[in-house]
């Protein structure tokens, strides 16, 4: 019988499963016609059916030498090679395979698995591409082509890949998944949590609900993420007691899964960022019970470091860096907890070694520079944060021109150091909120009857503060319109240079609009003889009365008022967490064994006190306190405490200024995080000329300030 007559019988027969009578047939025609290459193929296939892969090989083989022009054969041994693993072969054949049929789709799909497979997503990515050249319509390969993209980064074209299988597979699971890992990638939170929502209700899988959660997280949602990993949690198997849990008690369609340590983590980062410290610590505990992660050792270090349980911290920062002495993230962290520490060698030493493992972080250098600003070395701060300007990328930078404007400032380099100051928080923020709002960034020449809109963008402090510079522009014919924070609207309107005072969030026509804290900028103030004294003002007389009531109740004079804390809780979380804000606090024991030798009345000016702390502060010094905290929202009342007070004892706060503006004299307590206005290493400030100024050591040693103060007290009252 014909050679091709028998192999499209045996053909038939391997179709239909009959493998025994094909392979017959299939070696009777190779006896016939040892050189009919489709037979020694037909019955590699078959080998390879039967998982004789070496065999399959040396059979396709014969083919191959017979007939090296015959796409088939080789697709069919890359097949062989791909079961054998020997990949460098399969990659050979399948290359081979597309040379001959370039437009073979199944070739190019095996090629771009294995690709995919040894993490070459790249090169995965361009024989997807040539695939679909050849069938746009195989929803398969758009997927692994949107994989690979995600693999890549590419998360918009992941993106264009998966909706084009959704357009015509609308509940497609898979497609879905990667489009919310598309969306995710961009942190288009809102729309992967709809989509991810959506998919839990058809079916509530384990891995969608669990990438629900983390996109929640991610969303800032972090009530309601912890509430899911805690769901995820319970339905886990235990994973040393090896309890499988019963899915109908965990609410999921797949619950076979152990403990996983990532879903503590994430529980851990949830209470973090709530607030909930104990639990996030709990969360963190079970984490590395799981995985002796150094990641979740530093967390712990930074939780520890939040809650001011410094030997903890330390201890966690050191387990972490016993498992990976060169995790730079660590390094870093553990040098902004010796920075608190006033511990400066091991902070340098600490941020030294992260930049060696990854120079490339700009952030290790700004945190470097802080650690030099706050030990006084202004230069060395000043050349860490030009190295950060210097090797910016696009969008970032704006903390190492806020930091820069910071030692400037200090160190009275006021021409740059203005300049930098166009980077503050507070400005970016509102050029934000008010993009279509024509700010100006520099004065007309001719200021006769210009009608100019002052906006306020800082805290009460920092309002007053800059408005010194207005009688400037006033002098210059302006007439002057200002913003001003509700609680000392009053007050500011009894200043002579504003022609009108509106609330902060109202807006009037005007022909230039400029920023309070650009003033000096604008006016070109670059020396400190150019720099204006602050606006003087007067308590009403009707408070002085009622005020000197309250006192004379209180005890006899001298009165001498107490701020320890200055600032917001925000600001000093910031400071906490390695921020580079000034940060203006004294330990409560060590403020009041510096004033306990002081004769007179006491009275705290302490804007929200804590629960008892004024308490505490009584009986550290074994005597009352007057507790005058409530005045923080009564500006016409504090103004005229202020008025009365002999002496005034505090970190930098707004009351300072009040004092100043009052003609009175304040003892101003520093530490190296006080801020710009208070200049560096001098015993008073031109920006506060009725101050004195008492400078803590780098070291946070306050012996020697509270010493000088007590002594300039005793000089002024005699």
């Keep these: 019988m014909n050679c091709q007559v028998l192999f499209d019988e045996a053909v038939r027969l391997h179709q239909q499963g009959e493998l025994l009578k094909a392979e017959n047939l299939y070696r009777r025609i190779l006896e016939q016609d040892e050189t009919f290459a489709d037979a020694w193929n037909a019955l590699g296939v078959l080998a390879q059916q039967m998982n004789m892969l070496d065999v399959s090989v040396d059979l396709i083989g014969k083919a191959i030498d017979l007939q090296s022009q015959v796409a088939d054969y080789y697709f069919n041994i890359a097949n062989s090679y791909h079961g054998l693993q020997q990949i460098e072969l399969e990659e050979k054949a399948l290359l081979a395979t597309l040379e001959l049929a370039p437009s073979r789709v199944d070739a190019h799909i095996h090629l771009g698995a294995l690709y995919e497979k040894a993490r070459n997503f790249s090169r995965a990515a361009q024989i997807y591409q040539e695939a679909l050249l050849n069938d746009r319509n195989q929803w398969s390969i758009r997927l692994s082509l949107a994989n690979c993209y995600l693999e890549l980064a590419d998360t918009k074209n992941a993106e264009l890949e998966a909706l084009a299988v959704l357009v015509t597979q609308p509940n497609h699971r898979y497609a879905q998944m990667l489009l919310s890992r598309a969306l995710l990638g961009q942190k288009r939170y809102p729309a992967a949590i709809s989509l991810l929502e959506k998919m839990v209700i058809v079916d509530p899988d384990f891995e969608v609900t669990q990438r629900l959660a983390c996109a929640r997280k991610e969303n800032g949602d972090f009530a309601l993420a912890a509430e ?66 150094p990641d979740y050792y530093s967390m712990l270090g930074a939780i520890a470091q939040r809650e001011t349980r410094w030997e903890d911290a330390k201890k966690y920062f050191l387990q972490a860096l016993a498992i990976d002495p060169n995790h730079d993230l ?31 972080c700009t952030d290790y250098h700004l945190n470097l520079g802080v650690a030099y600003y706050e ?62 709002v024509s700010f100006a960034f520099s004065l007309p020449e001719d200021l006769t009857g210009k009608r100019i809109l002052l906006w306020a963008e800082q805290g009460i402090g920092d309002e007053l503060f800059f408005m010194r510079f207005a ?34 969030s109202e807006r009037v026509s005007a022909d230039v609009e400029i920023f309070l804290g650009d003033l000096p900028m604008l006016l070109q103030c670059n020396s400190a003889q150019a720099m204006p004294p602050p606006l003087p003002i007067t308590a009403l007389t009707a408070e002085v009365t009622k005020m000197r009531e309250r006192l004379a109740k209180a005890g006899s ?44 009345t006491l009275i705290a000016l302490q804007r929200l006190p804590e629960e008892g702390e004024i308490a505490a502060l009584e009986a550290m010094l074994g005597r009352p306190v007057l507790d005058c905290s409530d005045l923080n929202e009564d500006v016409e009342g504090m103004l005229a405490l202020l008025h009365l007070l002999d002496h005034y004892i505090a970190v930098p706060n707004t009351h300072v200024y009040l004092r100043c503006s009052l003609g009175k004299n304040s003892q101003v307590m520093l530490n190296a995080r006080a801020g710009w206005s208070w200049l560096a290493e001098v015993s008073t400030s031109f920006w506060y000329p009725h101050c004195d100024l008492h400078r803590a050591t780098v070291h946070d040693d306050w012996t020697k300030a509270f010493a000088q103060c007590r002594s300039t007290i005793a000089r002024l009252s005699s």
Aim: net charge positive; proline share 4%; aromatic share 10%.
């Design 228 to 293: 899911q990993f805690e769901k995820l949690i319970k339905a886990v198997t235990p994973a040393k007691a090896g309890v499988h849990v019963d899915s109908c008690h965990t609410g999921f369609r797949r619950c076979d899964k152990t403990e996983d340590d990532s879903l503590y983590a994430n529980l851990g980062a949830c209470y973090f960022k709530l607030g909930k410290f104990v639990e996030a610590t709990q969360a963190y505990e079970q984490a590395v019970n799981l995985k002796n992660n």
């Design 330 to 360: 660590v390094l870093n962290n553990f040098a902004n907890l010796c920075i608190q520490q006033r511990d400066f060698e091991q902070a340098f030493s600490l941020y030294d070694r992260a930049i060696a493992v990854n120079p490339a």
């Design 375 to 436: 030990s006084n070395q202004f230069a060395k701060a000043i050349e860490q944060y030009r190295l950060v300007l210097a090797n910016k990328k696009a969008g970032e930078g704006r903390s190492a021109h806020n930091n820069l404007a910071m030692v400037l400032l200090l160190t009275q380099s006021f021409e740059e150091g203005w300049q930098e100051h166009n980077y503050r928080p507070a400005k970016i923020e509102i050029l934000s909120q008010h993009p279509h």
């Design 471 to 504: 009688p400037l522009l006033q002098q210059r014919g302006a007439s002057l319109i200002c913003q001003a924070t509700t609680k000392i609207l009053p007050l500011v309107r009894r200043f002579s240079c504003f022609d009108e005072v509106i609330e902060r």
């Design 557 to 600: 004079p001298p009165y001498i008022g107490l701020t320890w804390r200055g600032g917001t809780a925000l600001k000093r979380q910031q400071y906490l967490v390695g921020g580079a804000c000034a940060h203006r606090e004294i330990d409560l024991s060590v403020f009041a064994s510096g004033i306990q030798p002081l004769q007179g």
